[in-house]
C-alpha cells in the first residue's frame, strides 16, 4: 500500500521535557488512522510536528512521499486540519467562512463556489447558510468547522475530537461523512476519547503515551492482547460460601463477586471460562434468571497499556 504519512525517528523535547521521544509511525493511504493517548501523552505535538508548525530536534517527516517542512505548500494545499476548537470568523457567514477558508487553497472562484456548494450539501448547512456562526448550535458549528477544513477536498485531513459536546443527530452526520470522505479516497488521521467512536471507524489505531507509540493495530488486533478475560455476569439466588468458594477455585475464574443476587466474575484471558460456570450451575442444579458475557474492550487494553482513563484527555 502507499504510505501518506512517513514518520522516522521524531524527537521534540521542550527543555527537560521529551514530549515526542523517538517515534516511529505510518499511516497508508485511504486509511482511518485512529490515535488514542491521555492527556499529555504526545499526540497534539506528535501532529504538530508532522503538520511541521513545530520545529524538532531530531527525525523525519515525509507527506505523500516528500519532505516536509515550513515552505512545502505544494504538500500542505493538499492537507486538510480540523482542530478541536472551532475556528471561524464570526462575523462571516456559514458560507461566508466555508468560501474564505477554501480561498486559501482555491483562487479560482468558478472553482471554489462549485466545492463551497458541494461541502455545504455534505454537512446539511444548506438553511443555514446565511447564518452566523454564533447563531448556530454546537452540533451545527462543528459541522461548519468540518467544512471549512475539507471544502478544498484535501488528500489528507486530521481531525482533532470533531464530535465532542455534539448532539447525536450531528454526531452521526459527522461520523457518516468521516466513512464517506474515506471512501472517496481521503487519508484521515482521527482523534478522539470515545472508544465507540475509534471502533466505529478506524481501520487501524494506535495508542500513545509518555511521547511514544505503544500499539498499533487493527480494534481486534489490540483487544486480543488484553491481560484481561471475559467478565460474566450471573443472576441467581442460590450461593452460599460453599458454592462461592468452588466457583472462584475453577481454573478459568480470576475473581469473583455476589451481591444482591448478582455474581460477578472476571475470567483469566483467552480461556473458555462461560462454559466453566454453564457447566458448573448445571452440574449442581443451581437455577439462574439472566447470564451474560462481556469480553474485554479497547478501553480496557487502553487502561492496562498506559494506567489512565482516556477520557482523561478531555
Known amino acids: 500500500m502507499q504510505t501518506e504519512v512517513r514518520?522516522?525517528?521524531?524527537?521534540?523535547?521542550?527543555?527537560?521535557?521529551?514530549?515526542?521521544?523517538?517515534?516511529?509511525?505510518?499511516?497508508?493511504?485511504?486509511?482511518?488512522?485512529g490515535l488514542l493517548g491521555p492527556n499529555g501523552s504526545g499526540k497534539t505535538t506528535l501532529i504538530n510536528c508532522i503538520l511541521?508548525?513545530?520545529?524538532?530536534?531530531?527525525?523525519?517527516?515525509?507527506?505523500?512521499?516528500?519532505?516536509?517542512?515550513?515552505?512545502?505548500?505544494?504538500?500542505?494545499?493538499?492537507?486538510?486540519v480540523v482542530s478541536q476548537e472551532p475556528a471561524v470568523y464570526d462575523e462571516l457567514s456559514v458560507y461566508e467562512n466555508i468560501d474564505y477558508f477554501c480561498g486559501l487553497y482555491v483562487p479560482d472562484k468558478a472553482v471554489r463556489r462549485k466545492l463551497v456548494e458541494e461541502v455545504i450539501e455534505f454537512v446539511?448547512?444548506?438553511?443555514?447558510?446565511?447564518?452566523?456562526?454564533?447563531k448556530l448550535s454546537g452540533g451545527l458549528l462543528r459541522r461548519l468547522n468540518l467544512a471549512c477544513g475539507i471544502a478544498h477536498k484535501p488528500r489528507?485531513?486530521?481531525?482533532?475530537?470533531?464530535?465532542?459536546?455534539?448532539?447525536?443527530?450531528?454526531?452521526n452526520r459527522i461520523l457518516e461523512g468521516i466513512l464517506q470522505l474515506r471512501d472517496e479516497g481521503s487519508t484521515i488521521v482521527y482523534t478522539t476519547h470515545y472508544m465507540e467512536e475509534v471502533e466505529f471507524l478506524?481501520?487501524?489505531?494506535?495508542?500513545?503515551?509518555?511521547?511514544?507509540?505503544?500499539?498499533?493495530?487493527?480494534?481486534?488486533?489490540?483487544?486480543?492482547?488484553?491481560?484481561?478475560?471475559?467478565?460474566?455476569?450471573?443472576?441467581?439466588?442460590?450461593l452460599d460460601e460453599s458454592h462461592l468458594k468452588a466457583i472462584e477455585a475453577l481454573p478459568t475464574v480470576e475473581s469473583l463477586e455476589y451481591e444482591q443476587a448478582e455474581l460477578v466474575l472476571k475470567m483469566k484471558a483467552k480461556t473458555n471460562g462461560l462454559l466453566d460456570i454453564l457447566n458448573y450451575f448445571e452440574h449442581h442444579n443451581i437455577p439462574m434468571t439472566k447470564i451474560s458475557s462481556k469480553q474485554p474492550t479497547l478501553n480496557d487494553v487502553f487502561l492496562e497499556i498506559t494506567g489512565k482513563e482516556l477520557r482523561d484527555d478531555v
Open 124 to 134: 446539511q448547512l444548506d438553511e443555514f447558510r446565511k447564518f452566523r456562526p454564533k
Open 156 to 171: 489528507l485531513i486530521f481531525l482533532d475530537e470533531p464530535t465532542v459536546a455534539v448532539d447525536p443527530q450531528s454526531r
Open 52 to 80: 511541521s508548525l513545530l520545529r524538532y530536534e531530531k527525525g523525519e517527516v515525509e507527506i505523500f512521499g516528500e519532505p516536509m517542512r515550513p515552505d512545502a505548500h505544494h504538500l500542505k494545499q493538499n492537507i486538510g
Open 7 to 33: 514518520v522516522r525517528n521524531l524527537v521534540k523535547r521542550y527543555k527537560d521535557l521529551v514530549a515526542v521521544d523517538h517515534l516511529d509511525l505510518e499511516i497508508q493511504k485511504g486509511e482511518i488512522y
Open 202 to 238: 478506524c481501520d487501524r489505531i494506535s495508542i500513545m503515551d509518555r511521547g511514544k507509540i505503544l500499539i498499533t493495530g487493527t480494534s481486534d488486533e489490540i483487544k486480543a492482547i488484553s491481560r484481561s478475560g471475559e467478565t460474566v455476569r450471573v443472576e441467581t439466588f442460590d
